[in-house]
């Protein structure tokens, strides 16, 4: 299933944790990293595991946001949170994909234990966060089956290379953090995974946000984080395939079926190929019923 909305929201509010049932995004990121304190992380557990229990999951996924695996905190979040079987866990600051593997590791022993179908539980890297990470992305091709996808982090990557800002004068990314959202594209479709758009922070600035879902989804991403809930209806509608694109699809399909085998036809005065043709299968292949 493509993830076209996933909506991070706080582990220890349990208010907004109901709230966010009823927003429509594909998937709930409940946070046990950066929006919990360190303090309040045992009853953000609990809270988690509560939800995961009694969460309707037929038309929405549950994810968890753990530590990093580099901390102390990561395994205790898994433990607590496991028992409740998330449909993923999202993996903050890895360096490369071996820690996607051990992740791997840990997620084998604790579905054995509790019961869950083996490589259930899906893992979704927040890949660029950590300035060396950028160096090591192709690795994360073939390392885990339970690799859904690759998402980037701007806010994070601004710490880790001590720029104050990710972003320049007018309001765009920088040219670091650019090179990041590229290479993090490059590495999801180098692993033949769903590559997903970083969150966009300022939530009241919907035109922003609909210009940057009407861009990612150009460019080749297929989903975006979100960080409040007025952000999921732009962004599920953003990354709607329009009628128009599904009859232009399925009409460059035709056309290639007519063509008998050929490997280039012409459709409206241009030639059409071959990868015209796996961009328009792709499209048609997101829709009910395909």
């Known amino acids: 299933m493509t993830l076209k909305s996933l909506l991070f929201v706080p582990g220890d509010s349990e208010k907004k944790m109901a709230k ?13 990293e950066d929006a919990v304190s360190q303090d309040r992380l045992p009853m953000a557990r609990s809270l988690v595991l509560d939800y995961l229990k009694s969460h309707n999951r037929s ?49 084998s022993a604790l579905e054995q234990r509790e019961g869950i179908p083996s ?17 090591a992305l192709d690795s994360y091709a ?27 004068d007018n ?19 180098h692993a033949g995974v769903q590559a ?44 709607q395939a329009t009628p128009q694109e599904l009859q232009h699809a399925q009409r460059i399909v035709d056309a290639f079926a007519q063509a008998a085998g050929a490997g280039a036809v012409q459709l409206d005065g241009k030639m059409i190929d071959k990868p015209h043709l796996t961009h328009a299968l792709r499209l048609l292949a997101t829709q009910p019923g395909h």
């Open 20 to 32: 966010a049932a009823s927003t429509g995004a594909d998937a709930l990121l409940l946070d046990l």
């Open 59 to 107: 038309h929405q996924q549950v994810w968890v946001r753990i530590n990093p695996l580099n901390t102390p905190l990561a395994l205790p979040d898994l433990v607590a949170v496991m028992t409740g079987k998330p449909d993923g866990i999202v993996l903050p600051k890895p360096l490369n994909a071996s820690d996607v593997q051990q992740l791997d590791h840990f997620l």
């Open 119 to 135: 490589g259930h539980t899906r893992i979704l890297p927040v890949a660029t966060e950590v300035a060396g990470a950028l160096f």
């Open 142 to 168: 073939g390392c885990s089956a339970r690799l859904a996808g690759l998402t980037w982090g701007a806010e994070d990557l601004a710490t880790s290379v001590g720029a104050s800002t990710n972003k320049k």
């Open 171 to 189: 309001g765009e990314f920088d040219d670091t953090f650019v090179l990041a959202r590229s290479l993090c594209l490059l590495a999801a479709a």
């Open 196 to 239: 997903i758009d970083t969150l966009n922070v300022d939530f009241r600035d919907a035109q922003s946000l609909r210009a940057d879902v009407q861009r990612a989804r150009r460019q080749g991403f297929s989903g975006k984080l979100a960080i409040h809930p007025d952000q999921v209806a732009i962004i599920n509608q953003g990354f």
